[in-house]
């Protein structure tokens, strides 16, 4: 069974940083892509960022790039999203979520993944 588990939210003050964890189980990361997500109350589920399951291509929103860095560590099973610069437009709960795209190079910011985490609220507040 795919599970996803995201940590790391918080609040945290403008020009701030984050880092969000997203431990997966039931599957290794070679065969899924792993996408973020966030949501905003009153907003549609937007993509923020994923890596392919080769870990070779990345992509990012462009309303955040220049901000993000998403990396995965094979061995934990885990993929990370460093965010930088934080502002208060930032404030939504993130969500990672799994799809199965075994050895690509590609991944997409579209919502269309099988296996969602339950999501970690990040506030960007002073």
């Known amino acids: 069974q795919l599970q996803l588990v995201e940590s790391g939210g918080g609040l945290v003050q403008p020009g701030g940083s984050l880092e969000l964890s997203c431990a997966v189980s039931?599957?290794?990361?070679?065969?899924?892509?792993i996408g973020w997500f966030r949501q905003a109350p009153g907003k549609e589920r937007e993509g923020v960022s994923c890596?392919?399951?080769?870990?070779?291509?990345?992509n990012y929103a462009d309303s955040m790039k220049g901000r993000l860095t998403i990396f995965r560590d094979g061995l934990k099973n885990t993929v990370f999203l460093q965010m930088n610069s934080l502002k208060p437009e930032d404030t939504a709960v993130y969500y990672c979520?799994?799809?199965?795209?075994?050895?690509?190079?590609?991944?997409?910011?579209?919502?269309?993944?099988?296996?969602w985490g339950q999501g970690t609220q990040v506030t960007v507040s002073s």
């Open positions: 979520a799994a799809e199965r795209n075994p050895h690509s190079n590609n991944c997409a910011l579209r919502p269309h993944y099988a296996a």
């Open positions: 890596i392919s399951s080769s870990g070779r291509t990345t």
């Open positions: 039931g599957f290794t990361l070679d065969y899924y892509a």
